[in-house]
């Protein structure tokens, strides 16, 4: 048999690895003990919620009895009207609206233009002036109040509503917080590609900027939002009853020689109603935008 009569094997193509993902295209279902792990923490969550509105429903003698009250009373609206007008909170709420507002916005957009600045830019000392920013947030803020008071004093401002902003109208953590998702979020080409295009820095961050960095502009929104509202160190030393706040207000529901219970629990509900409906409104869009950024990650 001569070589030319011998039929070698072709080679076959190889053929491309696939690798085969568990559960590719179908939809994942919660089990019982998800639904149970869940449902725990849920309750452990809404548990100091539901007390106060048990307490805020009943009376002070009721509430020191043994055991203590385990469902709502007829008292609710009685109390909350005595925490009003008691506390003042028509004038408060206004104000805490005012300085969470104010301090929400600008916060959220002043540390979208650092956060952008240090993540997109190049300018000199730029990391040292970074780890300054970080830096800050290692020093107690107790350690601020002496200097801050005796300067808002000069300014001539006590007891005036901008003590209260002027201190936070930029954050460190909002400005590292914003930092590190533009670095990831925002590609360097999308900018490159304005700048061609002919836009102003200007321009720039409005039609790229903001609109890359909306999923966390939400979420620091709300965290700053929950926080000015609820703050209480600095406004209690810079405010008065005269012109107060709704955390500064409720403190005066403690006062007297024998506070009211019931009443101090309906003021603490209606502090907090503010935030559980501003949640209502606004926590589908703030989760979609968690869940966007999560995406684009």
């Not at 030319?4 to 019982?32: I, N, Y």
């Not at 008691?86 to 507002?101: C, D, R, W």
Request: charged share 10%; net charge positive; aromatic share 10%.
């Amino acid at each position: 048999m001569t070589t030319s009569e011998l039929t070698l094997p072709q080679a076959q193509p190889k053929k491309p690895r696939t690798r085969r993902v568990m559960g590719a295209g179908k939809q994942l279902h919660a089990g019982p003990v998800t639904y149970l792990v869940l449902g725990v923490f849920a309750l452990v969550s809404l548990a100091p919620l539901v007390w106060t509105a048990i307490a805020a429903s009943r009376t002070d003698r009721r509430l020191a009895q043994t055991p203590p009250p385990l469902w709502f009373g007829g008292n609710l609206f009685k109390n909350m009207q005595a925490a009003w007008d008691q506390a003042g909170l028509g004038t408060a709420m206004l104000n805490s609206v005012i300085v969470a507002g104010t301090i929400t916005v600008s916060t959220v957009v002043f540390s979208t233009l650092a956060g952008f600045a240090f993540a997109k830019l190049r300018f000199k000392f730029s990391g040292v002036l970074l780890l300054l920013t970080i830096g800050t947030m290692m020093i107690p803020p107790q350690l601020a109040v002496v200097p801050l008071y005796l300067w808002m004093s000069d300014l001539g401002w006590s007891n005036q509503l901008q003590t209260v902003i002027l201190p936070t109208l930029v954050t460190a953590f909002g400005t590292f917080f914003m930092r590190q998702y533009l670095v990831q979020a925002l590609p360097s080409e999308l900018i490159e590609a304005a700048r061609v295009d002919g836009a102003s820095s200007l321009r720039v961050v409005w039609h790229v900027v903001f609109p890359a960095a909306r999923p966390a502009m939400a979420v620091l929104g709300l965290l700053t939002f929950v926080f000015a509202w609820n703050d209480f160190l600095w406004p209690i030393i810079a405010l008065t009853q005269q012109n107060p706040t709704v955390q500064v207000a409720l403190n005066s529901l403690g006062t007297g020689y024998v506070p009211d219970q019931a009443v101090i629990m309906a003021g603490a509900l209606l502090g907090t109603l503010p935030l559980l409906i501003a949640f209502l409104l606004f926590g589908k869009q703030i989760v979609g935008g968690i869940m966007a950024g999560a995406i684009k990650g």
